[in-house]
């Protein structure tokens, strides 16, 4: 992974980084608010040689000083000096307690003794300070005295009094809310990596690319509107969505540039990934777009394509396969350009042997003839091997992979199921793709009702193609043309 990855990574799960680490910042301030404050009084004390004489006498008596001073910062905490500070303040706490809140440091290369107390009130820690520092000079003085009597060889005195603190030692509530913030991003930011880590999904355009070389046609956003309003025909000719489906024509021409591919068939992998909704805009934009266009219902189980566009499938492609009645008698024409429905017809019992059989493969010989493209909508691929059967005799395939809804391993899966039986990936088109962050599918869209210019992978720089009247507040289903069965534009007589 490089640094793009983790970019993308941040990009991705900002909104649970975000929640963590302010997560981590609320719950230092709450810990800060919970603790009970403490405050920090500190004294020091100076440690004095008692000698006088020559400078070397001075300097030994200096370095004598220091070295008692450690001796003198482990003393601090013994009973024989917290005792007498207990007694002189009346505390109702025991030599050992009070010494787990007395901190005795030294300097290096000083004879100054700092003491500190904490507790929980100010002018106490403060008492308690200065009672232990005059404790800990009474009873230095008692133990350097010599036992042939004189002067002691040390002496300390307080050079700086202890002072009640106006504020806490603790909670640092600045301190704390800067370490929950800091501790709370490494949590976001840790889990954010884990969680992209762990996840098998295919999100947009990077996922695709780790599972696949074929190419990406093309990119759908997820638009709520879609499942009220599935068609093209239904929003305006100006609308993002409109110009994606232009954008996977131009894509899928390009892709077939040859134009061995008269038959396209398009599938999913699972269900709910879009494929039908795909298939039948795509016929509508190819049809637009002045072609001939035979979309084909040949997902026998769970066929949709009828329902979508207001036609009867009570006889379709199961009626032709089984011989009751020719194919040109059960196209329907659809809309106002050249765009031809063969509906499923009634469910068969046995699906993957009619689509395998070649009745079907004849069928979709007559329509390459007679029409500029062929769509076949089919079944998913992993659930049955309807769409494997059919992708035989079909020029080219389109696989349509739903966003977030797909595991990189069942993708995986169906591009081996289409290459075992030898069929032509045209390339793969991203539906249900967010509209903004990492993983949309975006492009630049300006223009005016007569004037659209997409920036887009297939059409930079070039002016998008015609975008057809339509009605903007049109129905959703539209009812089949009665013209159907004379207005067939057959180039060799189909069926006469």
């Known amino acids: 992974m490089d640094i793009r990855d983790y970019l993308r990574i941040l990009h991705r799960n900002w909104i649970l980084i975000a929640a963590l680490t302010l997560s981590g910042v609320v719950v230092a301030g709450g810990a800060s608010m919970l603790m009970k404050p403490t405050y920090m009084a500190t004294t020091q004390l100076f440690v004095a040689a008692q000698t006088s004489g020559s400078l070397a006498e001075l300097q030994q008596g200096n370095t004598f000083s220091q070295a008692r001073v450690q001796s003198y910062v482990r003393t601090v905490t013994t009973p024989i000096v917290l005792q007498p500070a207990i007694d002189q303040l009346g505390l109702d706490v ?265 009745a079907m493969k004849d069928l979709l010989e007559e329509l390459e003839r007679e029409f500029d493209t062929v769509i076949v909508d089919t079944p998913p691929l992993l659930p049955v091997t309807d769409a494997a059967v059919l992708a035989q005799h079909a020029g080219g395939v389109v696989l349509v992979v739903g966003s977030q809804k797909l595991r990189n391993q069942d993708l995986a899966k169906s591009l081996k199921s289409l290459e075992l039986v030898g069929a032509n990936l045209l390339g793969i088109v991203l539906n249900q793709l967010p509209s903004k962050g990492p993983d949309a599918y975006a492009y630049t869209y300006y223009g005016s009702s007569t004037d659209n210019r997409p920036t887009s992978l297939a059409g930079k720089g070039r002016k998008s193609e015609r975008a057809d009247p339509v009605v903007e507040d049109e129905p959703m289903v539209r009812e089949p043309d009665e013209r159907a069965a004379v207005a067939f534009p057959f180039k060799s007589g189909m069926g006469q």
């Open 94 to 358: 025991r030599p050992d307690e009070l010494a787990a809140r007395i901190k005795a440091t030294s300097d290096v290369n000083t004879v100054i003794i700092n003491i500190s107390v904490t507790d929980s009130s100010s002018v106490r820690a403060a008492a308690t300070a200065e009672a232990v520092a005059d404790s800990l000079i009474r009873v230095v003085d008692v133990l350097e005295k010599p036992k042939s009597g004189g002067p002691t060889a040390v002496s300390l005195s307080v050079i700086e009094p202890a002072q009640a603190p106006m504020t806490p030692s603790t909670p640092n509530t600045r301190v704390n809310l800067l370490m929950g913030l800091i501790l709370g991003l490494v949590i976001g930011v840790t889990s954010a990596v884990l969680r992209t880590m762990l996840d098998s999904k295919v999100r947009g355009e990077d996922d695709l690319k780790q599972v696949t070389d074929a190419p990406l046609l093309g990119g759908i956003a997820f638009d709520p509107d879609a499942a009220r309003k599935p068609l093209l025909t239904q929003g305006t000719p100006q609308s993002s969505r409109a110009e994606t489906f232009r954008q996977l024509r131009t894509n899928l021409h390009f892709a077939n540039v040859a134009g061995h591919a008269k038959t396209v068939l398009l599938t999913s992998s699972l269900p709910g990934e879009g494929k039908t909704t795909t298939a039948t805009n795509l016929a509508i934009s190819l049809a637009q777009a002045g072609q001939t266009v035979c979309l084909v219902d040949a997902d026998l189980r769970r066929p949709m394509v009828g329902d979508y566009l207001g036609l009867d499938r009570s006889a379709g492609l199961t009626t032709a396969l089984i011989g009751q009645a020719h194919v040109t008698d059960l196209l329907q024409h659809w809309g106002d350009d050249n765009l031809f429905v063969l509906t499923s017809g009634t469910v068969p019992p046995n699906p993957s042997e009619l689509l395998g059989s070649d």
